[in-house]
């Protein structure tokens, strides 16, 4: 009766499939360690923010410089020493230069580390043409992500 030895057979896995297993979780196990003691585990952890940004600008088309409101709609809170406007604006004429980082510009005092969050809101004068970009900065100044970005009516 081959049935009763095939139910009372205790053998679970072949010694091949176990050798494969084995050598599997070595690999595994090795890229983790090599991550880490390359440094590469320090850029897995410094990802860009998520997050959303409005702009509002109350200028009339084909004139002027007038003020364009950039608010912090949702997401991730970050820290305004991280969070830059940048852009270029042909019309701004003696307007600060684009390209400060977000505690330069009218924010209601929001600076340095102080986090910038859903609410907070930021002004910058710019004309019809502009082209601004609201851009996170990395710890490191090696990564960098567009948060948000606006073209003027005749950008």
């Known amino acids: 009766m081959e049935l009763k030895r095939l139910l009372t057979d205790d053998d679970a896995v072949s010694p091949v499939i176990g050798v494969?297993?084995?050598?599997?979780?070595t690999v595994i196990l090795a890229a983790v360690i090599a991550t880490f003691v390359l440094g590469l585990g320090d850029q897995v952890s410094n990802t860009a923010p998520q997050a959303s940004f409005g702009f509002d600008w109350d200028g009339e088309a084909g004139g002027g410089v007038d003020?364009?409101?950039?608010?912090?709609?949702?997401?991730?809170?970050?820290?305004?020493n991280r969070l830059y406007v940048r852009g270029s604006d042909p019309a701004a004429?003696?307007?600060?230069?684009?390209g400060q980082n977000w505690g330069q510009?009218?924010?209601?005092?929001i600076s340095g580390n102080t986090e910038?969050?859903?609410?907070?809101?930021?002004?910058?004068?710019?004309?019809?043409?502009?082209?601004?970009?609201?851009?996170?900065?990395?710890?490191?100044?090696?990564?960098?992500?567009?948060?948000?970005?606006?073209?003027?009516?005749?950008a």
């Open 116 to 154: 910038v969050s859903a609410g907070n809101r930021a002004q910058i004068d710019v004309g019809p043409e502009a082209e601004i970009d609201v851009v996170w900065q990395s710890q490191n100044n090696q990564d960098s992500a567009t948060l948000g970005d606006w073209q003027g009516p005749d």
């Open 105 to 109: 510009y009218n924010s209601n005092g």
């Open 93 to 98: 004429g003696t307007s600060p230069s684009i």
């Open 67 to 80: 003020t364009l409101t950039i608010s912090h709609d949702g997401g991730d809170s970050i820290p305004a």
């Open 20 to 25: 494969i297993l084995m050598v599997a979780i």
